[in-house]
Antibody, heavy 125, light 105 residues
């Protein structure tokens, strides 16, 4: 059974830092691109960041570029999101998500087929 | 930058009725990368449809997706009580619509 379990959320002051983790199990973690998506309280889904299966390629939404760093440790089956210079608008539930396997002959998946339960990040003084 | 606009914002229907949810893109997008998700309160999103019309594993056949270019539709043929939730379309991977709330009338 595929499982994604986020941790590391909590209360942090504006300007502070936090590292989120996403522990994966039930699949070959090193074979899948992974993503972070967030959801502010009462709001919709917002894309945050992506990392390729081997960690060699990353992507960031403009809203977090230069402040957040995505990484992974395939030996530990764990995805990370290092968040810095946190702002009130970063307050959200952060989900990790697995990219679906690419169709035969292609290099990218088509959706997020598994999601973690989310971890809440609260930015407040 | 592609913008996805979902309509209506809220849809009020009764169990047994048919639901039609719309997702319109600001420019033509590849249907291969159009997905739909369902989210219930306090839960993570769940993949329903990928590639505009393919049902994800375990999704009942009352859920169907269609469309191409800039206009996409999620249809729920006969609403069950557990279908009342918020639905998001996505231009995989970077862009989500703002969501449609499907509520019980």
């Amino acid at each position: 059974e595929v499982q994604l379990v986020e941790s590391g959320g909590g209360l942090v002051q504006p300007g502070g830092s936090l590292r989120l983790s996403c522990a994966a199990s039930g699949f070959t973690f090193s074979s899948y691109a992974m993503h972070w998506v967030r959801q502010a309280p009462g709001k919709g889904l917002e894309y945050v960041s992506a990392i390729s299966s081997n960690g060699g390629s990353t992507y960031y939404a403009n809203s977090v570029k230069g402040r957040f760093t995505i990484s992974r440790d395939n030996s530990k089956n764990t995805l990370y999101l290092q968040m810095g210079s946190l702002r009130a608008e970063d307050m959200a539930v952060y989900y990790c998500a697995r990219e679906s396997p690419p169709p035969t002959g292609t290099t990218h998946g088509q959706a997020f087929d598994y999601w973690g339960q989310g971890t809440l990040v609260t930015v407040s003084s | 930058e592609i913008v996805l606009t979902q309509s209506p914002g809220t849809l009020s229907l009764s169990p047994g009725e048919r639901a039609t949810l719309s997702c319109r893109a600001s420019q033509s997008v590849s249907s291969s990368y159009l997905a739909w998700y369902q989210q219930k309160p306090g839960q993570a999103p769940r993949l329903l449809i990928y590639g505009a019309s393919s049902r994800a594993t375990g999704i009942p056949d009352r859920f169907s997706g269609s469309g191409s270019g800039t206009d996409f539709t999620l249809t729920i043929s006969r609403l069950e009580p557990e279908d009342f939730a918020v639905y998001y379309c996505q231009q995989f991977p970077h862009t989500f619509g703002q969501g449609t709330k499907l509520e019980i009338k």
